[in-house]
């Protein structure tokens, strides 16, 4: 006895992308969240981030990305919009450290293109990169590049209503509970069943999924992009070549965006994204086999 197929508790990059590939398959589905579409408490929050194949933590995610890749080409067909732009990717670090051997194992193991570069190179190339202490190389992936997330968001939103998903925003989820045959989600504004819960509920999820005993921990990942008018920031000055940089130093990592449009198209901007420590992100998807839990506001 359930009114729903599947109920989606949070509507956010992942939220959203789980109820577009739910309806399509004709799933039955509610999606719930206490703020409106691409707000500003979820980790989707902002103008970009970046997306790449060649990635340095373990080649087993190479197809999974390059099955995103087909995904978001199909979300950018769907909805008519242009959600990804392909500026490239130089990553910068020791030849003996994390990121430079760990792009070229993921490189080597799916046949990724992938240029080698010296610091001679870098700072031909892209003169904005300023190279001192130890010694770095680089590494150039052509095809990576930078999705703009709250448009996905939306999209995904969007395409998903199409399909004949139902979502109400403004609206906090107080508690879950398993029964027999379908599990109850109580909210403030009323409750609502399903045979299924997914929860994606980014800051709270650590509260909603405390009874599986996974260490969630909520992690800033502070976003920032700065307007420049300095030359070697511009487009003009490289070129088609739109580098991303990144380095991993001390568990922190840093990306740069070089010289892209404002989304709007008319103004010169640089992206800095300083993301603090290591964050843990977390999507699961509940079966119903988990008792009540209780929710509330994450401090």
Avoid: N
Wanted: glycine share 10%; net charge negative.
């Amino acid at each position: 006895m359930s009114g729903y197929d599947c109920i989606v508790l949070g509507t956010g990059g992942v939220g959203s992308a789980a109820l577009f590939h739910f309806a399509r398959r004709g799933i039955k589905v509610l999606g719930l969240d206490r703020f409106a579409p691409a707000h500003d408490r979820g980790s989707s929050h902002g103008q970009t981030r970046m997306i790449r194949q060649a990635y340095f933590e373990h080649p087993d995610y190479v197809p999974l990305v390059r099955r995103a890749y087909k995904l978001w080409e199909e979300l950018e067909e769907l909805s008519g919009e242009k959600l990804y732009r392909e500026v490239g990717l130089l990553e910068i670090g020791p030849a003996d450290g994390l990121i430079v051997p760990g792009v070229l194992r993921a490189a080597a193991e799916h046949q990724l293109p992938v240029e080698q570069l010296s610091v001679a190179d870098i700072q031909q190339r892209f003169p904005g990169f300023s190279l001192r202490g130890e010694p770095l190389v680089g590494l150039f992936e052509h095809r990576a590049g930078y999705l703009r997330v709250e448009a996905c968001v939306r999209a995904h939103l969007r395409a998903a209503q199409q399909w004949g998903v139902e979502l109400l925003t403004g609206v906090t989820v107080q508690s879950w509970r398993v029964h027999d045959d379908h599990v109850e989600v109580t909210t403030d504004r009323g409750t609502f069943a399903a045979d299924r819960l997914a929860i994606t509920a980014g800051a709270w999820a650590g509260q909603a999924l405390a009874d599986l005993g996974l260490p969630l921990q909520i992690r800033r990942k502070p976003q920032y992009w700065f307007r420049t008018d300095a030359t070697d920031y511009l487009a003009d000055a490289i070129g088609s070549l739109w580098p991303d940089a990144s380095w991993l130093r001390d568990w922190s990592m840093f990306h740069l965006v070089k010289a892209q449009p404002v989304l709007q198209g008319t103004i010169p901007t640089a992206e800095l994204a300083l993301l603090v420590g290591i964050g843990a992100i977390a999507v699961i998807y509940a079966w119903i086999a988990f008792p009540r839990r209780d929710l509330a506001a994450p401090s």
